[in-house]
Structures are given as C-alpha cells and as structure tokens.
C-alpha cells in the first residue's frame, strides 16, 4: 500500500493593505494632515510678518507675490483644512467628553461633513467671487 502524501500548501500571504477603511480612520488621518497644513501656513505667516520689523520694502515684496491666482487657490484650501479641522475637532471633543460620543461617533462624522460641504461651497463661492473681481 502506497500513501499519497497531499500537495504542501504554499505560505499564507500578507496583505499589504493598512486597514479596512472606517470612516473614523480616514477622519483620523484627515484630522492629522490639516493640522499639520495648518501649522506650516502659520509659521510660514509668522515668517514674513516678522519681515515687517526688518525691511517694510522686502515685506511689501512678499505681499505682492501673494496677490496671484494661484495663491487664492491656496487660501481656499486653507479655509478648507480649517473648517474641517475645527468642526473635526468638536466632533473629537464630544466623543471624549459626551457620555454617548463613542456611539454616536460616526453618525456625527457624517454630520460634520454634511456641515462642512455647505459652508465650505458658500465660502469658496465667495472666495472665488473674491478672486475673480481682482484679476
């Protein structure tokens, strides 16, 4: 009597993926990036407001490559970032803070987005109104 011996099974693979997706780590992440964003924009502000004090002709100079298109696209996407990171943020608050933060932590993300889109869309109309009127 023979025994047939069953073909070796290959090594299980690893998944490269990072995780499955939640909404709440995508809002993790989001929340990270725009403060991040967030705090290079001040510090680069803090930059050349300080060139104020050292040559008011070199501070006039930075301003004025400010006033550029491109540059008003950039200030939409900072109101962007800002807007999501504070009502992130509120959102973060009453999860740790609210007794029943943690079950109702997704449907408020879902909330605060809703929220987000319509400001967000007024103040880019605006913004856009903004920019188009000085070009």
């Known amino acids: 009597m023979s025994t047939a011996q069953a073909p070796a099974r290959p090594a299980p693979r690893k998944k490269l993926n990072l995780y499955k997706g939640d909404p709440g780590m995508w809002s993790w992440v989001a929340h990270r990036i725009s403060g991040v964003a967030i705090f290079f924009f ?12 050292v040559s008011p ?8 490559t400010y006033k550029t298109p491109i540059v008003g696209l950039m200030e939409i996407g900072l109101v962007a970032l800002v807007l999501f990171h504070a009502l992130n943020g509120l959102r973060i608050v009453l999860v740790d803070f609210w007794s029943k933060g943690a079950k109702y932590q997704r449907q408020m993300l879902w909330t605060i987005l809703a929220i987000w889109v319509v400001v967000f869309a007024a103040a880019t109309a605006r913004l856009l109104f903004l920019l188009f009127e000085h070009l």
């Not at 001040?42 to 004090?53: G, I």
């Not at 002709?57 to 004025?64: G, K, L, M």
């Open 42 to 53: 001040l510090f680069v502000h803090v930059l050349d407001t300080s060139l104020v004090t």
């Open 57 to 64: 002709e070199s501070y006039n100079a930075v301003i004025d």
